[in-house]
C-alpha cells in the first residue's frame, strides 16, 4: 500500500516576489545496501553523506538561495543548524538545488544546483520524527517537512508523484530505483529554463571616454547569470543624440562631443538592461569652412521635411555628412527643406545669409 504525506509547507508572501522554491524529494534513510544506498555517487555508502534534500523553484524568475538555512528541527525543540547556502547560489526557472550530508559528488544530477554540508557533521537526518526546517536570510521559517507520518525505516527517498504538485509517497512505488536527486522520478532532468537576472554594462578595460576624433570603444556587458540560456544583448544609444552611434556588436563611434547613455537590454525577453555614460571629447564635425553662429532647425529628428528658425536673409543652405561630404544644397527656404531621399543618419546644416554662416546639426528618421 503506497503511503501519502501532504507536505506540512509555509511559504511567505515575500517569497513570491523573488521566486519560490518547494522541497519536491528527501532522503532521510538511505539504504544500508552499498549499491543501492550510494545517492552521491561516490561508490561508498554512507548514512549522513548519501541524504539529500531536493529544492524547486516553482517560478519563472531565478531564485536566490544565498543565506537560506537548513535546521535539523526548530530551536525550541533543541534544534541544531546544519548548512547555510553560499553566497551566489542561484536556482533557475524550473530548476532544481539538491543539498547533500557530505562526500565526493559524482555525476551530472540532471544538471541541478548541487552542493554538500560538511561531512564531519552531514545533515545528521533521523530515521524517524525527522523534522527539517528551511529559513530564509532573515530567520524566518518558509519551508517544513515532517517525517512523523512517513515510514520510520523507508530506505529509500519520499518524493513527490508527480513532481512538483503531488503528494509524497516512497520512491520505489513508482520506479524501480530508490532516489532521484536533481531529476524527475524517472530520471530525465526538469524542464528548466535559464534567465538573465542581472546585466552591467562598461566600456572595455573600464574605460568610459572617447578624446580621438571619430574614435571608437568596444562596450562590453557582463550578463548574470553565466548559465543564462540566451546571454545575448542589443546595443542602443538614445535617437536623436548626435554624440555616438552603436553597432549591433556594442561597438560605440563618436559623432560628436558630449555625453551618451549606452544601453545593453537582454534579448531573453525578460527585458533587463543596464546603461553606462561615456562622455566623448575632441570631435569635429568634418567641416573646415568657418562657422560662427548656430542655427535653430525642426523637427529634430526630421523625417520628410526640415524648417529653419534663423534671420529672414537666409539665402543659401547645404547639408553635408559628418565626413564633410556636400550632399544638396537649395535656396527655396519658404515651404521648409526636402530631406525625404536623405538616408538614417546625423548631418550638418550649413546657411548662408550673405554676411554670416550659421551651422545646425540634425538627425533624420
Not at 153 to 181: K, M
Request: proline content about 5%; hydrophobic content about 35%.
Amino acid at each position: 500500500m503506497r503511503k501519502y504525506y501532504t507536505l506540512c509547507c509555509i511559504l511567505f508572501a515575500c517569497l513570491s516576489m523573488s521566486g519560490q522554491l518547494i522541497i519536491n524529494e528527501v532522503l532521510y534513510d538511505p539504504s544500508n545496501d552499498m549499491l543501492e544506498g550510494d545517492a552521491n555517487g561516490d561508490g561508498v555508502y554512507d548514512q549522513e553523506e548519501d541524504s539529500f534534500i531536493e529544492f524547486y523553484n516553482t517560478s519563472t524568475t531565478n531564485f536566490d538561495a544565498s543565506g537560506y538555512e537548513i535546521w535539523d528541527d526548530s530551536v525550541a525543540n533543541g534544534g541544531q543548524l546544519r548548512y547555510v547556502i553560499p553566497a551566489g547560489t542561484w536556482v533557475p526557472p524550473g530548476g532544481a538545488l539538491v543539498v547533500f550530508g557530505g562526500g565526493t559528488l559524482t555525476g551530472s544530477f540532471g544538471n541541478a544546483v548541487v552542493l554538500k554540508t560538511d561531512s564531519a557533521v552531514g545533515m545528521n537526518l533521523n530515521n524517524s520524527g525527522e523534522v527539517i526546517l528551511i529559513k530564509d536570510p532573515n530567520g524566518q521559517t518558509v519551508l517544513t517537512f515532517d517525517s512523523d507520518a512517513l515510514s520510520n525505516n523507508p530506505n529509500e527517498s519520499y518524493t513527490r508523484n508527480p513532481d512538483i504538485t503531488g503528494l509524497f509517497e516512497q520512491h520505489a512505488d513508482n520506479t524501480p530505483i530508490l532516489f532521484s536527486p536533481g531529476t524527475k522520478i524517472d530520471g530525465t532532468p526538469f524542464d528548466t529554463v535559464f534567465v538573465v537576472m542581472d546585466i552591467s554594462v562598461q566600456g572595455q578595460g573600464g574605460a568610459s571616454t572617447i578624446s580621438t576624433p571619430g574614435g571608437t570603444l568596444q562596450m562590453e556587458a557582463i550578463v548574470m547569470p553565466t548559465f543564462a540560456d540566451d546571454t545575448t544583448v542589443s546595443w542602443s544609444v538614445p535617437a536623436g543624440n548626435v554624440v555616438a552611434t552603436v553597432s549591433a556588436s556594442g561597438l560605440l563611434t563618436a559623432t560628436g562631443n558630449g555625453t551618451v547613455w549606452v544601453t545593453a537590454t537582454a534579448n531573453d525577453g525578460t527585458g533587463i538592461s543596464d546603461s553606462a555614460e561615456v562622455t566623448i571629447t575632441n570631435q569635429n564635425i568634418g567641416l573646415n569652412e568657418p562657422v560662427t553662429t548656430s542655427l535653430a532647425v525642426y523637427p529634430n529628428p526630421a523625417n520628410d521635411k526640415l524648417f529653419i528658425n534663423g534671420p529672414a536673409n537666409l539665402s543659401h543652405v547645404k547639408i553635408f555628412n559628418l565626413s564633410g561630404q556636400l550632399l544638396m544644397q537649395t535656396e527655396d527656404l519658404q515651404n521648409g527643406i526636402s530631406v525625404a531621399n536623405l538616408q538614417k543618419d546625423i548631418y550638418i546644416l550649413k546657411a548662408d545669409s550673405g554676411q554670416e554662416d550659421f551651422m545646425a546639426r540634425f538627425s533624420k528618421l
